[in-house]
């Protein structure tokens, strides 16, 4: 991969990066400022409520996160773009929807038939 297009995926990646951690103090900060009382017990189920789902995606960019990381270090190893299966490179069309994949298609497609073979059983 040549310097501009890895430059091209470092902005991209740290752009992510930043998004997710400007989302992430929000959320932080509008559960800081929650300091409401809520006499009826309805209103309160369904702030607990929306606080779990906000938890949750969260703790699901969280794991984004570190995978943005990852693939940070790898573009700084020169190892970004190349599948961890086969050693094959992985496709720019690829890389460009999911910067963070480690797998070409090929692999990645072989990988979930598996697990769909093993989950069946």
Do not use: H, W, Y
């Amino acid at each position: 991969m040549d310097r501009k297009r890895e430059e091209e995926f470092r902005r991209l990646l740290q752009s992510q990066m930043d998004d997710l951690l400007q989302e992430a103090e929000k959320t932080v900060n509008g559960m800081t400022a929650d300091k409401e009382s809520f006499p009826d017990p309805t209103d309160r189920a369904l702030l607990e409520s929306n606080r779990n789902f906000q938890l949750r995606i969260r703790d699901r960019e969280r794991k984004l996160l570190n995978k943005i990381r990852e693939a940070l270090d790898r573009l700084e190893a020169g190892t970004f773009g190349i599948c961890e299966e086969c050693g094959e490179g992985i496709s720019i069309e690829r890389l460009r929807v999911r910067p963070v994949t480690t797998l070409c298609i090929r692999c990645k497609t072989r990988m979930e038939a598996l697990e769909r073979r093993l989950g069946a059983s």
